[in-house]
């Protein structure tokens, strides 16, 4: 049984430019969350979708927008990127309050 | 607003002996708490949760403590082995929302 997968697991991005990370979430999961975690720190939260509509989202400008489709499968996109969006973006899938999975994330680096 | 937080960065600790890892929390409204390990160029992977309606919860290794009028969690690993050696993430949801994080704590197990 796979659990979250994520791809790229690597990205370099040049600054203005745009990004889509993708996530498939593990089997059974219907809701899917977006956490950016910067080095050092500990992961914050993006955004989270459900029946493919974002349900929460945390304090992240709008240049950061998501998409879940009817598979559960989502992105994330970032857009203008800055310097300081380099970080490990992880997703995590969740059903009901069984606990979140989370895949190993998409390491992206903006130069 | 840091509203979880691990104030130990590090911890080193004999193998076989307790490991204790602690994080504090300011909002209230958390309801359900959770720890996370996470090893390099992988996603956090769950390790074990605890409900605001207990004060301890044991998975083999790992007892969580909850001391919710400190607004306190506690983490001991006993006894701690080499594979322990890790970050550590606490984290906290309020009515299943999203996941807060704290900074995690690296612990380094030694012979």
């Known amino acids: 049984d796979a659990g979250v997968t994520q791809s790229p697991t690597h990205l370099i991005k040049t600054r203005g430019q745009q990004v889509t990370l993708r996530c498939s979430p593990k089997s059974g999961h219907d809701t899917v969350s977006w956490y950016q975690q910067a080095l050092g720190q500990g992961p914050q939260f993006i955004f989270q979708?459900?029946?493919?509509?974002?349900?929460q989202r945390g304090n992240f400008p709008d240049r950061f927008s998501g998409h879940q489709f009817p598979n559960y499968s989502s992105e994330l996109n970032v857009n203008a990127l800055l310097l300081g969006d380099s970080a490990l973006y992880l997703c995590?899938?969740?059903?009901?309050?069984?606990?979140?999975?989370f895949g190993s994330g998409t390491r992206l680096t903006v130069v | 607003d840091q509203q979880v937080k691990q104030n130990s960065p590090s911890l080193s600790v004999q193998e076989g002996r307790i490991s204790i890892l602690n994080c504090d929390y300011t909002?209230?409204?958390?309801?359900?708490f959770l720890w996370y390990k996470k090893y390099p160029a992988e996603g956090p992977t769950f390790l074990i949760s605890i409900s605001s309606i207990k004060d301890k919860n044991e998975d083999g290794r790992f007892t969580v403590f909850l001391n919710k009028s400190a607004k306190h969690l506690s983490l001991h690993i006993v006894p701690s082995q080499p594979g322990d050696s890790a970050v550590y993430f606490c984290?906290?949801?309020?009515?299943?929302?999203?996941?807060?994080f704290g900074a995690g704590t690296q612990v380094v197990v030694t012979p």
């Open positions: 909002n209230s409204m958390f309801d359900y």
């Open positions: 995590a899938s969740s059903r009901d309050r069984s606990g979140y999975t």
């Open positions: 984290a906290a949801s309020a009515r299943w929302g999203k996941l807060q």
């Open positions: 979708y459900y029946e493919e509509e974002e349900r």
